[in-house]
């Protein structure tokens, strides 16, 4: 795949379900019990590290420093990185290919959701339904965040476990919910774990140069046909509410779905919601006509 080894791990029969983790987390950020909850609903549910994350292969190629990324991102200038989200999609495409899968439903958070959409725009015909949570269109004006929240995301990277552990319980704590909040001790053994099986603050910078230099997809949005459904949290302080709207509104037919109280996270409190929209999704998927690629003029 690219010259990319992706690790993975399969659950479960049913419906092939394809989770796309989100900037620089690994895919034991999916809680076990969140899987089993999918499984229990007749998903075949695959997880993996994208590139330059967990077990899965390191770029190694060098790049700015993230606020001055960023600041390069809002003010609308070029962004050179060593990837873009399209690479990262045809990655998760060829997991598809390796795991013999034609068309797979795809769910993604954060960047996870903005490399749905550009599977669901580049290769339609491998999505069975799209569902993009706490995510935008890459639009510049859909960066802007809650102060909080820019300054969780962009914390100096830590030097020991202890201070994995600790960032990541500050970054969800700044990020995280009102009704649902996040669940601090699962996290905090489960920073440790990541740290344990793969501590690469690196990766995370590419994967943000990734999302800056892809630009935005609202152009292209317009275009997704495949039955669709975005979700997003009403108190989300680092992707702001209007950004999943934004999504939703440019993607014909799309379902828009916004939980009170929600964050930046999927805590347990969240996890019905987002079984009965990915069951719904699914449902929609399967009365949806078979999908015929357009001709090329």
Known sequence: MNDIELEYEVRGEGEPLLLVMGLGAQMILWPDAFVDVLVKRGFRVITFDNRDCGLS???????????KLMARRLLGQPITAPY??????????????????ERAHVAGVSMGGMIAQTMAIARPERLK????????????????????ALKALLRERPADRAAAIEGAVAFFDACGGTTHRPDFDWLRDTAGRAYDRAFYPAGFVRQLGAILASGGRL???PSVRVPTTVIHG????????RAGAATAAAIPGARFVSIRGMGHDIPSTTWGTLGDELERVRDRAMRAPPFVMPKTP
Request: hydrophobic fraction near 40%; glycine fraction near 6%; proline fraction near 8%.
């Open 234 to 241: 009403t108190v989300d302080p680092l992707i702001l509410p």
């Open 129 to 148: 339904s799209l569902t993009s949570i706490m995510s935008s269109t890459g639009a510049r004006r859909h960066l802007v965040t809650k102060p909080r």
């Open 219 to 221: 152009p292209m949005l």
């Open 57 to 67: 292969t390191k770029v190694r190629a060098r790049i700015g420093d993230p606020r």
């Open 84 to 101: 873009t989200l399209s690479d990262m999609a045809d990655d998760a495409i060829g997991l598809l290919d390796r795991l013999g899968i």
